[in-house]
């Protein structure tokens, strides 16, 4: 019998997502639309491509830090994160 060859990194289940992500549900990638200025407000303390930047709300906007708020996670990074598994 061989003792365990290989240790998951985060204690055993089968999950590749980081350990601050693993309680993230769809709700975390929800997009929300600023009220002031009406454009999509990008994930909470995420930097947005500069090519896109015009699309989306930013800090300089009054309606940024308002409701309603935006969620963290980039649409289809969970899936990706559970993807990834597959390797
Ligand atoms: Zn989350
Ligand atoms: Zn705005």
């Known amino acids: 019998m061989v003792a365990h060859p290989d240790p998951t990194p985060y204690g055993g289940d089968a999950v590749t ?25 990008p994930p909470i303390g995420r930097s947005v491509p500069i090519a896109a930047a015009n699309g989306y709300c930013n800090q300089e906007c009054p309606g940024y830090s308002q409701p309603p708020e935006a969620g ?7 899936k990706r994160m559970d993807e990834e598994d597959e390797s």
């Open 17 to 41: 997502r980081p350990p601050w992500n693993k309680d993230c549900t769809i709700e975390c990638e929800r997009r929300v639309k600023c009220a002031v200025c009406e454009k999509p407000k």
């Open 72 to 78: 963290h996670l980039w649409p289809g990074e969970l």
